[in-house]
């Protein structure tokens, strides 16, 4: 049987209640609002972290029921802001805890319909050494087995670009043959976030399969022209500066008031179910770092100091600063090359969860480094919402002679 959705009982109100956000009263009501008309189908979120993607299947109506991390401070956000889904702290290179997440499943008598994740493969990424022996590179494995056992309708991975690209594409056709093997015909294809309304130059590779299916998953078209990208101005204009007209730079109280309306329709989205600002603390930068970056015109770096200056620096994203009207770079989980358009310091959480395009009411926990880890990692939701919608054509309910 499917998943039966509780009541929490939490208040209907636009300001998060102690701990609990927005996103989480919402998601604990979403198979109740939608019962009347049908069941949602069910999710499970692998290697969820902070729970980006499947924040996005909860925005299309699934009901997400369980989140599995080995992250503590990500599996804490993803408890805050996914309702009554279960949180479990595994680690998947031990298989053995593959049996605690099917005992879970089958104990509750959840009928799975998708199974979503991010596996780590750090060996492809171009942030890094790449190695395509790293033994992160295997984690997808796990899912490969959850699959075999708990038989969802779909399964769809999100990777790195490099998935596709490196060793000609040895990653992504490992992948596809051993899912092949248990049923699964899955479609890779590469995403670009700002065709799709997300203010980030963000790639990445999704793969989605159907089971024993004799159709191929239909990747949605793009949603948005390049002359109509998100900039980041219209993505974080309206939050409040943290810095004085002198050009001091504050840190900000943990709760703040919204500086100006929503000036974007992007922004008004952001704000839906927040009146308040969070997670929105300024980071004050060293005296040389200030000087420095005071320096660099926006859409810019360090190429644009002084020769005397400039040597100091090699990492090719260095001190680089956010342009207006363009959208940001690839959100990553340091956070210390790239600044804010106008202001002479680095983004803030909430800045950067707002360019991954997590709406205001999505509240982050741990420290703030902990924080911006868990955006940086993450899926934006609205590219998880919209894969969610289309996927949704191709699953059957019990009794409707829908054949995948």
């Keep these: 049987m499917k998943a039966q959705a509780a009541d929490t009982g939490v208040r209907s109100t636009k300001q998060p209640a102690s701990g609990l956000s927005w996103c989480a009263a919402r998601a604990a009501h979403v198979s109740l609002e939608r019962g009347y008309e049908m069941e949602p189908f069910t999710c499970v979120d692998l290697f969820s972290g902070a729970g980006g993607l499947s924040k996005g299947f909860l925005d299309a109506g699934y009901h997400v029921v369980l989140g599995v991390d080995h992250d503590k401070a990500a599996l804490e956000t993803f408890r805050r802001n996914h309702g009554d889904a279960e949180a479990m702290d595994l680690d998947l290179f031990d298989h053995e805890n593959i049996d605690k997440i099917v005992e879970y499943i089958d104990g509750k008598g959840i009928e799975l319909d998708v199974l979503i994740g991010g596996p780590p493969c750090q060996g492809f990424s ?30 769809l991975i999100e990777n790195v670009l490099g998935m596709l690209e490196a060793r000609k594409g040895a990653g992504a056709e490992r992948i596809i043959k051993d899912f092949e093997k248990i049923g699964y015909e899955l479609v890779p294809k590469l995403l670009f976030a700002p065709d799709f309304g997300i203010p980030q130059i963000r790639k990445r590779v999704f793969f989605v399969g159907l089971r024993d299916s004799n159709v191929k998953f239909r990747f949605p078209d793009a949603t948005c022209r390049p002359e109509d990208y998100v900039t980041c101005e219209q993505a974080i204009g309206d939050l409040p500066s943290l810095q004085t007209e002198e050009g001091e730079i504050l840190r900000g109280e943990a709760v703040q008031d919204y500086s100006t309306p929503p000036l974007s329709d992007y922004q008004r989205k952001m704000r839906e179910h927040s009146d308040k600002v969070y ?104 590219l998880g919402q919209v894969l969610a919608e289309a996927l949704k054509s191709y699953l059957k309910r019990p009794g409707d002679g829908h054949e995948i």
Excluded: C, W
């Design 126 to 155: 171009y942030a890094g050494a790449m190695d395509i022996n790293d033994k992160r590179n295997f984690l997808y494995l796990a899912m490969v087995e959850l699959t075999q056992r708990l038989k969802p309708q779909a399964v």
């Design 279 to 382: 997670n929105h603390v300024g980071s004050i930068p060293i005296e040389k770092t200030k000087k420095m970056i005071a320096l660099v015109p926006e859409g810019k770096n360090y190429l644009s100091l002084p020769e005397e200056y400039r040597r100091l620096y090699k990492y090719h994203e260095a001190l680089t600063r956010y342009h207006s009207k363009k959208p940001s770079l690839t959100i990553n989980t340091g956070h210390r090359s790239h600044f804010h358009y106008k202001y002479n310091r680095i983004p803030t959480v909430r800045e950067s969860a707002r360019l991954q395009s997590f709406p205001d009411d999505f509240l982050f926990s741990g420290n703030q480094s902990q924080q911006y880890k868990q955006v940086g990692n993450a899926v934006p939701p609205m």
